[in-house]
């Protein structure tokens, strides 16, 4: 009994030999057929060249939104009371048109006052005139010394100066009267008002601020980097989270960069003021032309370490880690910096490789036609 056990123990050890032997032929066999389909040993991918194209250069930047000329409105005629204040904020007003009226009852009457001086003095002018004309006539018939006619000649040229700081008087009066109606110096958008009826306004002080026509710009912010390809007269988008968006036009560049920031001021009047308000924040893309450019397949584009990079094919079917700048991107197509023309780089099967991992290139796939619908097959005969 003992040596049937021992039997029995030695064929099952020769039953399972035999079947390791087989999994290992099998699997040495799969390992060859691998090798047979992917000659390099690598992950399978496919490469394109890059094409060169000329793509809208676009600048970013950022600001707040200003008047493109405030103007204040003050008195030019102090110590008279606001009796009344015709405008408000947010309105709009044309040139000349009345913004506040004050109390000018006392300057009336001292314009009437000084046109009564006028008068008298026109009369002091027109007697000295006459006595001028008959000293002379006098003077001439040999009845009359030099001496009276050289005093006729001083009263009349007195009474010319009387009647000329007369009417000089008069119209600093008339002119100080037409200030006490505050008019508006330009058109445009009132932004503030300081001023409020019974208040006694004092000569100089700001009563209105006024966005000349009410034009509004953009200060953008530009890197000095990128300010040089901003010119006069671009074309650019402004956009508000609040408000929507606008378009406009750069006016002017500033000369002069910040040195602690490192920003230029790009000035963009705006097209339309919209709901743009001074003192807002807005973004701005300003189209500075068009440059030449490499551009791939966007899937061809990956990121590892926060860099962005493409996977370029070298010598014996290995690949490395290239690192670009994305000038501008799509769903299709990346515009880069940093390749170089005639390389090829991986667009599929990108995402599973690793610096120096050797590759095996095929065409990309066509893509799918739908097939035509199989005929329905004849109905079997009963």
């Known amino acids: ?12 050890t020769l039953a399972l030999t035999a079947s390791l032997g087989a999994l290992a032929a099998c699997g040495s066999h799969g390992e060859e057929k691998a090798r047979e389909e992917t000659p390099n040993g690598g992950q399978t991918v496919t490469v394109v060249a890059p094409v060169l194209q000329d793509l809208p250069r676009v600048i970013n930047a950022s600001g707040t939104v200003s008047a493109w000329e405030e103007v204040p409105v003050g008195a030019e005629t102090g110590g008279l009371t606001a009796v009344s204040v015709l405008v408000d904020e947010g309105s709009y007003v044309r040139q000349g048109q009345p913004l506040v009226r004050m109390n000018d009852a006392l300057l009336r009457a001292q314009v009437r006052q000084q046109q009564a001086a006028v008068q008298t003095a026109e009369a002091n002018a027109a007697r000295d005139d006459a006595a ?52 508006a110096p330009v058109s445009g958008l009132v932004i503030s008002r300081s001023v409020t009826r019974g208040q006694i306004v004092a000569a100089g002080t700001e009563l209105f601020r006024i966005v000349r026509d009410g034009r509004l710009e953009l200060d953008a912010r530009v890197p000095e980097t990128e300010l040089n390809l901003v010119r006069a007269g671009q074309s650019a988008t402004i956009s508000s989270d609040e408000v929507g968006q606008t378009t406009g036009r750069v006016r002017i560049v500033t000369p002069e960069v910040d040195p602690e920031t490192r920003l230029g001021v790009a000035r963009i009047a705006l097209t339309g003021a919209g709901g743009f308000r001074p003192g807002m924040f807005a ?97 079997a005969k009963k």
């Open 1 to 12: 009994m003992a040596i049937s056990f021992r039997l029995n123990r030695t064929l099952a």
């Open 283 to 379: 973004r701005a893309r300003i189209e500075a032309g068009s440059q030449p450019a490499l551009t791939v397949p966007t899937a061809a584009v990956l990121y590892r370490e926060n860099r962005a990079g493409v996977f370029v094919l070298g010598e014996g079917g290995r690949v490395r880690f290239q690192p670009v700048t994305v000038l501008s991107r799509t769903d299709q197509r990346s515009a880069l910096s940093g390749l170089t023309a005639g390389v090829r780089v991986v667009v599929e099967g990108a995402g599973f490789l690793a610096d120096g991992d050797r590759v095996r290139v095929v065409a990309p796939a066509a893509p799918a036609t739908a097939r035509a619908p199989a005929a329905a097959a004849p109905a």
């Open 132 to 183: 001028l004309s008959r000293a002379q006539e006098l003077k001439e018939r040999g009845f009359l010394s030099q001496a009276s006619l050289d005093t006729a000649l001083a009263n009349q040229r007195a009474s010319q100066a009387n009647l000329a700081a007369a009417r000089a008087a008069l119209a600093e009066t008339q002119t100080r009267l037409s200030q006490a109606t505050l008019r």
